[in-house]
């Protein structure tokens, strides 16, 4: 509804998947060991939608200029989704005394196999340890950790005890980051 199939900058970025994390008490030393949300407006041009939504409902003009369908400054995105991921992760492990190889596995959200390369290089983490399902469903947006969990669950990459780092962003722009004892 929201991503022009015609539009070849963006359609063949977006899957479509939806899934849910169902969390309950754990031992003592599982759970949230830290995170960090956070949200910067002014960059939120470069990935909205100018049309629908309570600010500026959605017109019959707006339905035939198409201005409903998601816009992006794909490399202005790139290089903020980078900056974001990177300096977050870093926040999040410092603020727990924890560097990149206390962590079991990283779960980022699955936007662009290149996004999550580069960020990972740059902070030293090896591809073995970062989950990644973008290949088979390209970016199914906020589904894309869930389902990522579930994959790595399932195919017994998760254990009790582990700890993981789940990072995702989007449009706004947004991200969070949370770092748990499995």
Not at 13 to 21: H, K, N, P, Y
Request: hydrophobic share 35%.
């Amino acid at each position: 509804r929201i991503v022009d199939p015609n539009d070849k900058k963006i359609a063949p970025l977006f899957g479509d998947g939806a899934g849910a994390v169902l969390l309950t008490p754990g031992d003592p030393h599982q759970g949230l060991m830290c995170y960090q949300l956070g949200s910067d407006g002014s960059g939120g041009g470069l990935l909205d939608r100018p049309a629908g939504g309570s600010l500026n409902p959605c017109t019959a003009d707006d339905l035939d200029e198409g201005r409903h369908y998601l816009r992006m400054d794909g490399r202005n995105v790139f290089k903020w989704a980078v900056r974001a991921l990177t300096d977050t992760i870093d926040l999040v492990l410092s603020r727990t005394g924890m560097s990149t190889r206390d962590v079991s596995l990283f779960f980022v959200h699955q936007a662009n196999i290149r996004i999550i390369d580069y960020a990972m290089e740059q902070l030293g983490i090896p591809p073995e340890k970062v989950v990644n399902n973008l290949h088979r469903y390209g970016n199914t947006s906020a589904a894309s950790i869930p389902l990522a969990l579930d994959e790595a669950h399932r195919d017994g990459r998760l254990h009790r005890g582990d700890t993981v780092l789940l990072s995702g962003f989007g449009a706004g722009l947004t991200w969070g980051t949370g770092l748990f004892r499995w």
